[in-house]
Structure formats: C-alpha cells, structure tokens
C-alpha cells in the first residue's frame, strides 16, 4: 500500500486522494494493476519530476525567444524630401551692364549757337527801355544734335559803360517757363547797357554771347 501510494503521490495531493478511494473500491492487491494501466495510458511514468520547460515546451520557448524590435521614432520618422531649387538664369544684358542716361545718351558736340531773348516790359525802341524798366531776360542754346537744356550751365553779366553791375548763374539752358535773368533795379540808372551769357556743357563745349541796348 506504501509502494502505491508512493506512485500516486507523484500526481500531487488528488493522486493521493484517488489512490485511497481506488484501494477502497477494488482493494490494494489490484492497485499496483490500476496505476500500471494509467501509465501506459497517459505515457509518462514521472511527470512531475520532469523540469517545467519539458512539459510545455512551447512556454520555455515563448520565455527565452527575444522579443521582436519594434520601430523606433526615429526609423518611422518620414524621410524629408530634398527641395528643388529653381533653376537661376543667366543674366540679361541690362543686368550685366547696368546703363546709365549719361551712357545712353550721344555725346554732345559741335560748336554752341546762343540767343539772348530780351523780355518787352518797359522796352520804348528796337533796342531801347525806360529807366526802372524789368524786361528779364531768357537764352536758347543749340548744337549739332539740337537744343541743349540739362547739363548745360549759363553765367550772366550785366554791365553799365563797361563796369559790372550785376552778376547771375543758372542750372540748365532752358527757363522751363521761369525767367533766367531778372534785372530786379539794375536799369534804374539811364546809360549804356551790356548783357552778356557764358554757357559751358558737361560735354566740355563752350560759348558766349552778348546783347546791347540803351536805358534812358
């Protein structure tokens, strides 16, 4: 009886419990015949000293199997599409040689024509005006390519029996609608009058010209 429960016990304490019952029913001669019977049934004579891992081989494997990676942030971060840059081209003439209105524009040349218009106010003759009279006084200047207006600088002298008596300078060849040459009293004194005109051009061209009249 010893002999077989020992067998039993190796199925833990429901061995035991079964073995006593089963001594009870058929006795303890046929026991050892019972448990030999259960033996070749299940196929393992010892089961409970075999390791864990043995009797469920699938459990030790699903523990010592390393784990599978898992993807980083940084592997399933989206990989940035390179831009494309536009394509840069080449320069046009007028980015490379910058012109300016100077540059563009023919050199002036030739010899200066120059007319000294005399205004009408207080003007008593063909070459004569009352004392006190402000007629002013404008100039046209030309060359081989035509009239000339910036760039082209007028220097006026007026003068009374040879002394000077005023003295004007302007910025540019043409009135644009104001008087070039104001008399303001000049001519306050009657005598005999000179107004001259030097005009030089930055294209180095040079001239003058002169009017005479009479103040009485």
């Known amino acids: 009886m010893t002999a ?3 067998r039993w016990a190796k199925y833990g304490k429901l061995g035991r419990v079964i073995a006593i019952v089963v001594a009870v029913v058929v006795g303890a001669a046929n026991l ?11 196929g393992s004579s010892d089961t409970s000293d075999q ?46 040689q910058p012109a300016t209105a100077a540059a563009e524009q023919p050199k002036r040349a030739g010899a ?4 000294i218009k005399m205004g009408s106010s207080g003007k008593v003759g063909p070459s004569e005006y009352r004392a006190g009279a402000t007629p002013g006084a404008n100039v046209d200047v030309f060359d081989d390519m035509g009239q000339l207006s910036a760039g082209c600088y007028p220097s006026w002298v007026l003068t009374r029996a040879g002394t000077e008596v005023q003295k004007l300078r ?18 306050d004194t009657p005598g005999a009058y000179r107004l001259s005109v030097d005009i030089v051009t930055d ?14």
């Open 170 to 187: 302007n910025t540019r060849c043409t009135s644009g609608g104001i008087t070039m040459f104001n008399f303001g009293d000049s001519l």
């Open 32 to 42: 050892d015949g019972f448990l030999s019977m259960v033996e070749r049934i299940t």
């Open 112 to 115: 200066l024509v120059i007319n």
């Open 51 to 96: 390791p864990t891992s043995a009797r469920t081989p699938g459990a030790a494997l699903s523990l010592t199997q390393a784990p599978a990676a898992q993807p980083t942030l940084q592997d399933t971060k989206p990989t940035p599409q390179t831009q494309e840059q536009p394509a840069q081209r080449p320069p046009t003439t007028a980015q490379r």
């Open 203 to 216: 294209a180095g061209q040079k001239g003058s010209s002169s009017v005479d009249f009479q103040v009485g």
């Open 4 to 6: 077989s429960n020992d």
